[in-house]
T-cell receptor, first 112, second 112 residues
């Protein structure tokens, strides 16, 4: 099945550092979502974006809906150990079936 | 806080046996999704329901997988017969489109 490209694939950072990751697609989406998944658990929604150019924050997390509507970015400021996990983007076309297509994931490890 | 409920959390089954998973979406969510997530990858859509109707099952292996949502509320995903390659996390999500999807905790299936 189709999956969106996420980069980087994995990151090892020091506690307190900022983190940036992105998600790209060959198709246009009308909605971008960012999820965090802990081992053995389901994905938890972090941020939802609905308009091109939109910048939305949730605590230390900030996400942006790319102008081209083919990409999205997630930044985490001042990382802490509990930020460890896998971050997934998901794009949705608001036509047809409202299907969500997920990215390949970015695995984040935070070193204390 | 409303949640998507899934059961069981874990299932071990022998190959060629039948296995079933259950999902109860957030109340009022008309759209229900079943995703399969192989370790190290993003979730991939198996089947999507709008109320009781299937709107996308293009990636569902229909020779062995079946899904139903008879009353447009809870849903069951069945595999018969299970194969070793079916070992994965099976995730259920629900949404009130076109808004964001919320996931359950998933069912971890191991086929031996």
């Amino acid at each position: 099945g189709q999956q969106l490209n996420q980069s980087p694939q994995s990151m090892f950072i020091q506690e307190g550092e900022d983190v940036s990751m992105n998600c790209t697609s060959s198709s246009i989406f009308n909605t971008w979502l960012w999820y965090k998944q802990d081992p053995g658990e389901g994905p938890v929604l972090l941020i939802a974006l609905y308009k091109a150019g939109e910048l939305t924050s949730n605590g230390r997390l900030t996400a942006q809906f790319g102008i081209t509507r083919k990409d999205s970015f997630l930044n985490i400021s001042a990382s802490i150990p509990s930020d460890v996990g896998i971050y997934f983007c998901a794009g949705q076309r608001t036509s047809g079936t409202y299907k969500y297509i997920f990215g390949t994931g970015t695995r984040l490890k935070v070193l204390a | 806080e409303a949640e998507v409920a899934q059961s069981p959390r874990y299932k071990i089954t022998e190959k060629s046996q039948a296995v079933a998973f259950w999902c109860d979406p957030i109340s009022g969510h008309a759209t229900l999704y079943w995703y399969r997530q192989i370790l190290g990858q993003g979730p991939e859509l198996l089947v999507q329901f709008q109320d009781e109707s299937v709107v996308d099952d293009s990636q569902l292996p229909k020779d062995r997988f079946s899904a139903e949502r008879l009353k447009g509320v809870d849903s069951t995903l069945k595999i018969q017969p299970a194969e070793l390659g079916d070992s994965a996390m099976y995730l259920c999500a629900s949404s009130h489109p076109p808004s964001e999807a919320f996931f359950g905790q998933g069912t971890r299936l191991t086929v031996v």
